[in-house]
């Protein structure tokens, strides 16, 4: 390299360098030049902006410039499964984010090097693709399709891992120097990005003590809250990413193999690649959804897939039932304080966006089930302590959340009846009658008249 070229320099007569030794110390001169006006150009181009995507596109275009390659990237790889793709890129000639010859999921069995180089920290510098026709079919046609025929890339770790890679240098074309400074960029701006994305303010849900804990709403939309991280569903697309996480959480007690994956969650649908369409659902979920710690949710072990065994996770659905079964031996009054409790966890069926998925079914039939009776119960306490102003309002909601709830209904007409609010009374009665069944609206007439509540 050059700079080791200089240092050998400093020792010799410089007046007796041989012409070849002088055109070496210009070439360094030249490069130590355009190295120092590079770093100073971007930097002052990026003190207008604090947007992490601009400064990455901007990092990027100056490689491409530095070193006069063709297309540079920040490639994110997750060792974990073995998938990889392309995070932000720029194309000299089509722009920014354009298509590209990239899959969707790269598998790293197939870029055994790259694996190799990340785990060591060192560069990956091929100078000359078609010197792999031979030894390394796979790659080499890999690189081919991808329209590379010289590849630089440096790596970066931790969270997240991946590389700075650009293709086709003209220019500097064994020299990583560059590409180390900028994966530092690289690698603060993919994370304050996607800590842009992930992060919310929120309510510290009280089973968040520490940095370890994780905390996920099942019931209703699906909800990931941490210490300082909050996620739902609706803010990233990645559907069978979340179809895998409750499955798991629905599965906790074991591993789950690819295969049971498969069989259930993509059971109606014709799957050419079982192994790959995992890897590439989990890839894109891990990285859509960023990290509620500094741990990942879902790992990849011998035995199949499970939830992460370093982080304490509590569902909504844990304490939920836990609340139902405390309440059965409790007096009235601590008994509706638990019995609210529940209640207040129950947002809607099951995995709402996928509630009639069939792998859901039982479970989220069994859930309606208990919130039926929670429904029951806390109504019932709550009237023989004659709050019916307390009746009222959890039987309206309860109501809201299930129309054909007919004890809802119930519990709602005695409470208001029993008020002295016989109007009220009359025309949530005549709303029980448009929102039951037949038989179901005879029932709470019989409950009525068996309680001796009049409403003639």
């Not at 309510?203 to 210490?227: A, C, F, Q, T």
Request: glycine share 4%; hydrophobic share 40%.
């Amino acid at each position: 390299m050059l700079l080791e070229f200089i240092l050998r320099m400093l020792n010799k007569d410089w007046s007796h360098l041989t012409p070849n030794e002088i055109a070496l110390l210009k070439d360094y001169i030249r490069y130590s030049a355009s190295f120092e006006h590079t770093i100073t150009e971007l930097e002052r181009g990026l003190h207008s902006t604090d947007d992490p995507k601009h400064i990455a596109m901007k990092t990027l275009i100056t490689a491409c410039e530095f070193y006069e390659a063709d297309w540079c990237g920040i490639l994110l790889f997750d060792l974990d499964i073995g998938v990889w793709r392309p995070y932000w890129w720029y194309d000299v000639k089509r722009g920014e984010m354009a298509d590209t010859a990239f899959h969707e999921f790269e598998f790293s069995e197939e870029f055994g090097r790259w694996v190799t180089a990340l785990k060591a920290g060192d560069p990956v510098i091929i100078e000359d693709v078609d010197a792999l026709r031979e030894t390394n079919p796979v790659e080499y046609r890999n690189y081919k399709r991808l329209e590379a025929s010289s590849i630089i890339g440096v790596p970066f770790w931790k969270r997240p891992t991946g590389f700075i890679v650009i293709r086709n240098p003209k220019r500097n074309k064994v020299d990583p120097n560059m590409l180390r400074i900028m994966a530092y960029v690289a690698v603060s701006t993919v994370n304050e990005n996607r800590m842009a994305e992930s992060f919310r303010m929120r309510e510290r849900k009280p089973e968040i003590h520490n940095e370890n804990d994780v905390y996920v709403n099942l019931m209703g939309n699906v909800e990931i809250h941490s210490m300082h991280y909050h996620l739902d569903e609706s803010r990233v697309n990645a559907p069978m990413g979340w179809n895998i996480l409750v499955y798991l959480l629905l599965h906790r007690e074991r591993h789950v193999s690819y295969t049971e994956l498969i069989n259930r969650i993509w059971s109606e649908e014709d799957v050419a690649d079982p192994s790959g369409k995992i890897r590439g659902a989990i890839y894109r979920f891990r990285h859509s959804v960023g990290y509620p710690v500094d741990k990942t949710l879902v790992v990849s072990e011998p035995a199949g897939y499970v939830l992460n065994p370093d982080l304490n996770i509590t569902t909504d659905t844990d304490l939920f039932e836990k609340y139902w079964h405390q309440a059965k031996d409790l007096n009235d009054a601590s008994r509706i304080e638990i019995l609210k409790k529940a209640f207040s966890l129950y947002r809607g069926p099951l995995y709402m966006s996928e509630k009639s998925a069939t792998w859901l079914m039982d479970e989220s039939f069994r859930l309606a089930g208990i919130y039926a009776s929670v429904v029951s119960e806390l109504l019932e306490a709550l009237y023989r302590t004659r709050d019916y102003a307390c009746v009222r309002d959890y039987a309206t909601k309860a109501i809201q959340m299930d129309p054909m709830n007919l004890q809802a209904h119930y519990w709602l007409t005695a409470s208001l009846a029993k008020s002295r609010n016989r109007g009220l009374a009359k025309q949530a009665l005549a709303k029980a009658k448009e929102m039951l069944g037949e038989e179901d609206y005879a029932d709470v007439l019989y409950q009525l008249e068996n309680q001796n509540i009049k409403l003639g």
